[in-house]
């Protein structure tokens, strides 16, 4: 008997039981809560031979970009090589091959295979539209998601799912009234949906509606803060709405609280707590010792040298923290990756190590080095990923270097286009405009 997932493709090796704990599993990475790793442990447990399942487990590995991870993927994907396969499944452990590898955009082409061909794959889009994501490709978003779109039903498992991902990709192509509504549309039908939470907090972001965004997290808090992996994103996205309001004091208790009290070593988590510092020191916020502990969990992985977006965070905690030493150290682990091949290479050349250069250059007060890195690289710098949110930090660093360094025209320059982006700047940017 060939048995199918709850939406229609095909399996091999799976019981009844062992399809329930799959697909549960699956749900909780769409939803970015509980525990899938466990879930889809309780799967194999109970069908060995199901090969999907261990291709989900690699793929949740695969899915935070950390080296261990990587690792830990192999080994699940060599696992599903031992067993009978279907051409979907081949897909997928050919899609994990490569991302094992290192070999990004050949790992999209192949989640594009399997989705023109079983366009109801609901983690061949869910892994398509992350390392589009980890690529900064706003494009295919927002497009992977509307090629499907025809295929799927609102009575689907995970069509809210399938939502959420459009709404973030429409919103980081700049349709921010189409993606607020398509994302708010998520949340009727699932409201522990935080990916979908997420991309509606990045549209008040981008808009400038920081107190509106303050009140939508405070009414949801509920649904995204308790039992999800994603929450310190979200608590990153609350405290940023009131570092922009120039509400400083509650940005760094929310720091201090949900983003950075459970001093987690989970990359993503790192990055926030970065990113959220890096913000404040441009401002001369008085950080205490919240460098040098960020710093410390930072130092196991400063020369993983996996991902280029990882690394400019790590450096930014070096820096903060006084620590020339460690960012030596990124640099070089940056350098050895321009003789290595898979996508992050490219990433290096073009944006990481000039980044990194750049940060490093501003905390030793070099502010000109610092102009003279970032100020052309704002154009291609999506090409080592993140979303416009989080590669602001670019803008705001490269507009408080021509500041210090008395560039008056640039900064005017700068200053007058970050004014004209946002429906409601921040406090920030018109005091940026009567220095220059």
Known sequence: ????????????????????????????????????????????????????????????????????????????????????????????????????????????????????????????LQMGHLFDFYR???????DRVARVLHAWRSSDPGYHAVLGMYSFGLEECGQYGKAEEIGCSALALEPRDNWAHHAVAHVLEMEGRR???????????????????????NWWHYALYHLDEDREAEALRLYDGPIRQARSTVMLDMIDASAMLWRMYLRGIDL??????????????????LYAF???????????AGRQDMVEKVLASLRRT??????????????????????????????????????DLRPIANRFGGSHAQRDLLDLTLIE???RDKQTGLLRNLTAERIAAKRHPAPLALRYREAA
Request: hydrophobic fraction near 45%; avoid cysteine; glycine fraction near 8%.
């Open 1 to 124: 008997m060939t048995r199918t997932d709850h939406r229609g493709d095909a399996i091999t090796g799976a019981t009844e039981t062992a399809l329930s704990s799959y697909e549960k599993a699956v749900g909780e990475l769409q939803r970015y809560i509980g525990n899938p790793f466990e879930t889809v442990d309780a799967a194999i447990a109970e069908a060995p031979a199901f090969t999907m399942a261990h291709l989900l487990k690699a793929h949740l590995f695969l899915s935070g970009a950390e080296l261990p991870g990587v690792a830990a993927a192999k080994e699940a994907v060599a696992a599903a090589k031992r067993l009978p396969a279907n051409e979907r499944e081949k897909l997928h452990i050919a899609a994990a091959d490569a991302l094992i590898e290192g070999e990004y955009e050949r790992a999209e082409a192949r989640f594009e295979d399997i989705l023109t061909r079983y366009p109801r794959d609901a983690l061949a």
């Open 136 to 142: 900064g490709d706003a494009r295919n978003l927002r």
């Open 211 to 233: 107190d509106e965004g303050v009140k939508w997290m405070a009414s949801r808090e509920t649904h995204w803060a308790t039992d999800s992996f994603f929450s310190v994103h």
């Open 288 to 305: 205490g010792s919240r460098w040098q502990e960020l710093a410390e969990a930072w130092a196991p992985v400063a020369e993983d040298g």
């Open 310 to 320: 990882n690394d400019v965070h790590a450096v930014m905690a070096f820096v903060g």
């Open 338 to 375: 321009l003789d290595r091949g898979g996508s992050n290479r490219a990433m290096v050349r073009e944006v990481g190590l000039p980044v990194a250069l750049a940060l490093s250059a501003f905390g030793r007060g070099r502010y000109g080095e610092t102009v003279e890195q970032l100020r």
């Open 401 to 403: 270097a021509a500041r």
